[in-house]
């Protein structure tokens, strides 16, 4: 197998877009496990500052880490190999919190490498929301406060002016819904923002980009499937009854207007008989009227002859 086609089979499972902006990074990670650690850095550092890529990571990692962790290298890059594999753990499953809390343990990130991994966080408390049965739901459309999100993304500005006591509630309502409006335009999930409730609403037909999933979570993630599996099934009953009544309710509707229909026509053929029999009889009655009056007045003309 070429390795053309065996970055295209590792990407199957993402979708058509982001597969496409991921490829040519698998490519470059295949030519790249006998070049040195300057040409490996080069390949990550564009990987994270990739805007459309949001799930991956862990694949560029699984061919890059032979290379850095072989002893040729780490004699040469020393900590630069494990900052480049802890960077992409980072954007495969960590958090801007992870960031902020341990920044010497990654690369050095840029302004669009923090505004990507502050839109990843977003999507992880967006998944976290989903996937944990959110209980503010109204009309069937789950709702995620702003607090969960200022709490996830620790915007500077944000808390700067909390250090300072002089953090109002709209500023920080404003901070999150711009990295809200930044994650919609993007694509990375849908839905919408409402001010008067300070939430994200998700609709339950709403649409999530993934990210990668740690070994460790492999089992949560199959129980949750297995439970989403289950959700579907009793759907899937409940639309089946629900078809059911429908249509023997469509059926009694049709035995309805059917007798419905025969008793008009009952009624119809009723009264074209009488309006028959009523003319049948005013003739008959008119024509014997008739006789009789001429027969009495023969009879006394004859009466007075005499």
Same mark, same amino acid.
């Given at each position: 197998?070429?390795?053309?086609? #065996?970055?295209?089979?590792?990407?199957?499972?993402?979708?058509?877009? +982001?597969? &496409?902006?991921? %490829? *040519?990074?698998?490519? =470059? !990670?295949?030519?790249?496990?006998?070049?040195?650690?300057?040409?490996?850095?080069?390949?990550?550092?564009?990987?994270?500052?990739?805007?459309?890529?949001?799930?991956?990571?862990?694949?560029?990692?699984?061919?890059?880490?032979?290379?850095?962790?072989?002893?040729?290298?780490?004699?040469?890059?020393?900590?630069?190999?494990?900052?480049?594999?802890?960077?992409?753990?980072?954007?495969?499953?960590?958090?801007?919190?992870?960031?902020?809390?341990?920044?010497?343990?990654?690369?050095?990130?840029?302004?669009?490498?923090?505004?990507?991994?502050?839109?990843?966080?977003?999507?992880?408390?967006?998944?976290?929301?989903?996937?944990?049965?959110?209980?503010?739901? #109204?009309?069937?459309?789950?709702?995620?406060?702003?607090?969960?999100? +200022?709490? &996830?993304?620790? %915007? *500077?500005?944000?808390? =700067? !002016?909390?250090?300072?006591?002089?953090?109002?509630?709209?500023?920080?309502?404003?901070?999150?819904?711009?990295?809200?409006?930044?994650?919609?335009?993007?694509?990375?999930?849908?839905?919408?923002?409402?001010?008067?409730?300070?939430?994200?609403?998700?609709?339950?037909?709403?649409?999530?980009?993934?990210?990668?999933?740690?070994?460790?979570?492999?089992?949560?993630?199959?129980?949750?499937?297995?439970?989403?599996?289950?959700?579907?099934?009793?759907?899937?009953?409940?639309?089946?009854?629900?078809?059911?009544?429908?249509?023997?309710?469509?059926?009694?509707?049709?035995?309805?207007?059917?007798?419905?229909?025969?008793?008009?026509?009952?009624?119809?053929?009723?009264?074209?008989?009488?309006?028959?029999?009523?003319?049948?009889?005013?003739?008959?009655?008119? %024509?014997?009227?008739?006789?009789?009056?001429?027969?009495?007045?023969?009879?006394?003309?004859?009466?007075?002859?005499?």
């Amino acid at each position: 197998m070429s390795k053309h086609n #065996k970055a295209e089979e590792e990407i199957s499972v993402l979708g058509h877009d +982001e597969s &496409a902006f991921l %490829l *040519p990074f698998l490519q =470059a !990670a295949e030519e790249s496990t006998k070049s040195n650690i300057a040409t490996i850095r080069s390949i990550v550092m564009k990987l994270l500052s990739e805007p459309n890529i949001f799930a991956g990571y862990d694949q560029i990692k699984a061919i890059l880490q032979p290379t850095l962790l072989s002893a040729t290298t780490a004699t040469a890059a020393g900590s630069e190999g494990d900052k480049l594999l802890q960077s992409l753990d980072l954007f495969s499953y960590g958090t801007y919190t992870d960031y902020l809390n341990n920044p010497l343990l990654y690369l050095d990130l840029t302004g669009a490498q923090v505004q990507k991994l502050r839109q990843l966080s977003v999507l992880t408390v967006v998944q976290q929301g989903c996937t944990s049965g959110l209980p503010d739901r #109204k009309d069937g459309i789950a709702m995620i406060p702003y607090k969960d999100f +200022e709490v &996830a993304l620790q %915007l *500077p500005t944000t808390a =700067a !002016a909390a250090a300072e006591g002089a953090a109002t509630e709209s500023t920080r309502a404003r901070e999150v819904e711009d990295m809200l409006v930044s994650c919609l335009c993007m694509g990375v999930f849908r839905g919408k923002l409402c001010q008067q409730s300070r939430s994200l609403h998700l609709s339950p037909r709403h649409t999530i980009r993934p990210r990668d999933v740690p070994v460790s979570q492999i089992a949560v993630m199959v129980e949750q499937i297995r439970k989403m599996q289950s959700l579907l099934q009793n759907a899937t009953l409940g639309l089946d009854a629900r078809k059911e009544q429908v249509n023997d309710e469509s059926k009694r509707m049709a035995a309805f207007w059917k007798q419905v229909d025969e008793r008009r026509k009952k009624n119809e053929n009723a009264a074209l008989l009488r309006w028959d029999t009523n003319e049948i009889s005013f003739g008959g009655g008119g %024509l014997d009227g008739g006789g009789n009056t001429r027969r009495q007045k023969r009879g006394r003309a004859t009466a007075n002859n005499n």
